[in-house]
């Protein structure tokens, strides 16, 4: 018998090897995707969990209804009228293990291996990894500073339809896109809505960073613009709150919730972490936000600012963001970004290279830049410190201002 048993030759032929650890953290840390740590409201949660703990701890003894805690349920078919318009059922309301899970359930109950769909141009690599992993083709759809384009959507979809490539939905971040910051107006969804309609192909819509807004108005959710049942809502609370309480939801028709339910991971969402979030944001929803957004604006801003000092008048561009995480530099083609991660971080700072989200193949001269982790002091002398470790590459020199 041999001391160590070999797995090879059993793996399924669409699993990858994947860094298990930790992620390592650079000196100025711009690769993450976290809200900002110091307004977790540690406290309040505590308190929500044992008000929450009073009146229905002893249902944690069994696996609650499938989907989810029941008074977090009406918390947030409530929160999506408040809102985002979105006039929903308790009942409707599927929590699950973080948006994740609420988009991984959902692209298995739409898609076949070797189907289709199409994404924007650049998109969350985590749902990238998903549709990937379940063996559908992701194509990116060309975007501008509001997102997708409607005219570029609508000849795609043209295009794959006569290939015989008909994409079986649109997955979209309309609202502070992950990775580029943008947000699509109001008057653009519409377009988009009606494109759909025309062309049959229904819309999942994650709205994972909504509550991240500190500057504009949050234009309207594809899914209060459509009440014919196309469009199918995700969010979370990982961005509201944090990331490990493992809790998001989806509101989809019954007839697609129902085949969605088979493919979870596991029995039901977080029950006790249901109560925390729930007894928290019931008290404290609107200031929590008022606290985020107090965090996040002048965080983006210094991001901002500083990319106007040290990246100004190089052919560089970048996003300008009104709420979210991120914002989306954009260098000169050629510059290869996506080579230079380990050498920035060694240099100090961490960045997601554009083309871990580019299911095209393109973005080796883009960044995703989270400016929410940090504080603003940091952000400003980090995006300092990467002109200067490109420029030590030569890779700054001044093109003319268009
Ligand atoms: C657009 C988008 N959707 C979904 C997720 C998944 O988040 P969670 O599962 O923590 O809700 C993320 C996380 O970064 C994201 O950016």
Redesign the pocket.
């Known amino acids: 018998m041999a001391t160590t048993f070999s797995y090879e030759g059993k793996f399924s032929t669409r699993s990858k090897q994947t860094a298990v650890s930790h992620p390592r953290h650079a000196i100025y840390d711009f690769a993450v995707?976290y809200p900002p740590p110091e307004i977790v409201p540690f406290d309040g949660l505590v308190e929500g969990l044992r008000k929450g703990l009073e009146r229905e701890g002893h249902d944690l003894v069994y696996y609650t209804e499938r989907n989810g805690n029941e008074a977090l349920r009406e918390f947030t078919a409530q929160k999506l009228l408040d809102d985002r318009g979105i006039s929903t059922t308790p009942d409707q309301v599927f929590m699950t293990a973080?948006?994740?899970?609420a988009?991984y359930v959902l692209i298995k109950a739409l898609s076949d291996p070797g189907d289709t769909v199409v994404t924007e141009q650049y998109v969350?690599v985590?749902?990238l990894n998903q549709l990937n992993n379940h063996g559908v083709n992701a194509v990116g759809s060309p975007i501008d500073d509001d997102g997708l384009i409607p005219e570029a959507l609508d000849e795609l979809f043209t295009d794959l339809t006569a290939q015989g490539k008909k994409p079986k939905f649109l997955y979209t971040?309309p609202e502070h896109q992950?990775p580029t910051g943008s947000t699509t107006p109001t008057e653009r969804r519409k377009q988009i809505i009606e494109i759909c309609h025309r062309h049959e192909i229904p819309i999942l819509e994650?709205d994972?960073y909504v509550d991240l807004r500190f500057d504009g108005e949050a234009q309207e959710a594809y899914a209060s613009l459509d009440t014919t049942g196309m469009v199918m809502h995700v969010a979370?609370y990982?961005k509201l709150l944090v990331?490990g309480l493992r809790l998001?939801y989806f509101v989809a028709p019954d007839e697609v919730t129902s085949r969605a339910v088979g493919f979870r991971s596991s029995g039901t969402a977080n029950h006790f972490a249901s109560l925390a979030v729930e007894g928290y944001l019931t008290d404290y929803l609107q200031d929590h936000k008022d606290d985020l957004a107090e965090s996040l604006g002048p965080k983006a801003n210094a991001m901002v600012a500083s990319l106007g000092e040290n990246f100004g008048g190089t052919g560089a561009r970048w996003a300008t963001p009104q709420g979210g995480c991120y914002t989306w530099l954009t260098m000169p083609e050629g510059t290869p970004m996506s080579d230079l991660v380990d050498e920035a971080f060694d240099a100090g700072v961490g960045y997601l290279p554009g083309s871990n989200f580019a299911p095209n193949g393109d973005g080796q001269n883009c960044a995703r830049l989270c400016f929410a982790y940090e504080t603003p002091e940091k952000n400003r002398d980090g995006i300092a410190c990467l002109a200067e470790f490109l420029d030590g590459k030569g890779l700054m020199k001044s093109a003319p201002a268009d």
Do not use: V
Not at 98 to 101: A, F, K, L, P, T
């Open positions: 995707a973080g948006s994740g899970e988009n969350y985590g749902t971040i992950n994650d994972c979370s990982s990331p998001g």
